[in-house]
C-alpha cells in the first residue's frame, strides 16, 4: 500500500531553514506528483507547492516564491522540501501529499506530517 | 490566486439531517477541478471527492458533490456523530493550488 514517511519533527530559529524529507514507498516514485501542504496550529490547510519526483517539474503558492525549494532522490524514492528565511508563521504541522490516481491535483495519499517550531 | 471561500463557518445539525456545505471561488476553477476533503482532530485529511463530483476510495454514497464553474456544494446525507469534523474544499485547476478556510461540522 502507498505510504509516505516524514522526517521528525524540527525547532528552528527565526532566519534559519529548514529541510523535511517524505519517503515514499508502495508504489512506482516517480509516476506521481508530491504536494507540500501545511498547516499552522488551529488554522486551515495551505498548500504550499509540489513536484514531480522525476525532477524539473515544480510548482508553490505565490507567498513562497523564492523561499521553498522542492528536490528528489529517486534512488532512495525521497522528496525533500526547504524553506528558508524562517519566520514564527512557519510554525506548522507539513505534510506531504501524493497525487490521486486519476485525478491528478487532488491529495490522495498523505503523510502524518512534520511539526515544524520556529522560536528563539 | 484563486480564492476559495467556504460557508458557513460552523454548521451544527442533529443526527439524521443533511448538510450542505458551500464553496465559491473568487474565478472560474479550470476543468471543474475541485476536491473536498475531511479532518478529524488529531488525523490527517481524508479525500473524500474530486473533480467536483466524483466520490474517492471507499468513500461511502452519503458524501456527494455538485456544482460547477464558481459554485461548489458538498451534500452530507444521514448525518452521525462521526461526521463531526472540519471540511475544506480544495482547486487545482490553475497551476498555484488553493485551499477555502474550512468548515466545521458539528452533529
Known amino acids: 500500500q502507498v505510504q509516505l514517511v516524514q522526517s521528525g519533527a524540527e525547532v528552528k530559529q527565526p532566519g534559519a531553514s529548514v529541510k523535511i524529507s517524505c519517503k515514499a514507498s508502495?508504489?512506482?516514485?516517480?509516476?506521481?506528483?508530491l504536494h507540500w501542504v501545511r498547516q499552522s496550529p488551529g488554522q486551515g490547510l495551505e498548500w504550499v507547492g509540489l513536484m514531480s519526483p522525476r525532477g524539473g517539474i515544480t510548482s508553490n503558492a505565490q507567498k513562497f516564491e523564492g523561499r521553498v525549494f522542492f528536490t528528489s532522490d529517486t534512488s532512495t524514492n525521497t522528496v525533500y522540501m526547504e524553506l528558508t528565511r524562517l519566520t514564527s508563521d512557519d510554525t506548522a504541522i507539513y505534510y506531504c501529499?501524493?497525487?490521486?490516481?486519476?485525478?491528478?491535483?487532488?491529495?490522495?495519499?498523505w503523510g502524518l506530517g512534520t511539526l515544524v517550531t520556529v522560536s528563539s | 490566486e484563486v480564492v476559495l471561500t467556504q460557508s458557513p463557518g460552523t454548521l451544527s445539525l442533529s443526527p439524521g439531517e443533511s448538510a450542505t456545505l458551500s464553496c465559491k471561488a473568487s474565478q472560474r476553477v479550470g476543468s471543474n477541478y475541485l476536491a473536498w476533503y475531511q479532518q478529524k482532530p488529531g488525523q490527517t485529511p481524508r479525500l473524500l471527492i474530486y473533480g467536483a463530483s466524483s466520490r474517492a476510495t471507499g468513500i461511502p454514497d452519503k458524501f456527494s458533490g455538485s456544482g460547477s464553474g464558481t459554485d461548489f456544494i458538498l451534500t452530507i446525507d444521514r448525518l452521525e456523530p462521526e461526521d463531526s469534523a472540519l471540511y475544506y474544499c480544495?482547486?487545482?485547476?490553475?497551476?498555484?493550488?488553493?485551499f477555502g478556510q474550512g468548515t466545521k461540522l458539528e452533529i
Open positions: 508502495g508504489y512506482t516514485f516517480t509516476s506521481f506528483y
Open positions: 501529499a501524493r497525487d490521486h490516481a486519476v485525478a491528478a491535483g487532488a491529495c490522495e495519499h
Open positions: 480544495q482547486q487545482y485547476g490553475s497551476s498555484m493550488y488553493t
